[in-house]
């Protein structure tokens, strides 16, 4: 097994690529790539804050993974397919954890600002927890995990005006009788995104660069969403797989469409 990093290399590291003191960082990781760390995902964590300083703010993904229950911020785990660090991170001492369905998990001076945010649908729609990082000037790292991660992506595509949209459905406790609410997400594989590695670096928009064991990836969430709602508003279906390569989610998302 490879040496564990210390906390304090690791956070070297994230200084190293770009993240910027004070800030507020939104992290997509796959810890298997990062690790071994000092301290496991706390000393990850550790390290995050510690780069980011005590006037920063570190938010993560915190989404439930079951749309039949009402989520509870308190109780509901996180979905396994964001990762170890979102479930550990959410019960952290002093972070906070949005309430709705589509939740992410902050702590810092921020915090608030970006999980008080009103749920919006579908979950990555203007006016968002995602728009307001945008909007605070936040940088995301892709922390050994690449750009179909990226959930700055959707916003992008609303706001480039991207016409597919796939049923979805969340639960909520109203007077205490559950009610289920349906809605249309522009949902799909999402491995076309990958494309932004290109569009980002072309312009010299994107940092790289080894986290832990891993490979990272660090830019601005406004550049981020600038350049993909340009070429959703000169594509609208550029994010999709071409018909006929087999990719089940991104044949619904056209056959939303045509």
Sequence with gaps: ????????????QLRILGVRAGG???VHTGFRAVRPIEGGIDGFIAALR????????LVL???????????DAAATPADPGLGAVPEHFRSMRGVLRGEDYSAYAAIGPRAAEIVGTRWTVPPSAPGSAIDVMRKLGAQVALIGCKHDANT???LAELIGGAPYRVPRHFTLLDGGMLRRVDYG????CCEGFDAMDGWLRGQGLQAEGPVGHAHARLFDAADAVRIGAAKVAADPLIFLHPPGTGCEECDEARASVF
């Design 185 to 188: 997400e522009n949902d799909h």
């Design 50 to 57: 510690a780069a980011l300083g005590p006037e920063g703010t």
């Design 1 to 12: 097994m490879a040496e564990p990093f210390s906390i304090a290399a690791v956070s070297d």
């Design 61 to 71: 993904p915190s989404a439930g993974n079951d749309d039949d229950r009402p989520f």
């Design 24 to 26: 507020i960082l939104l």
């Design 152 to 154: 700055m992506l959707h």
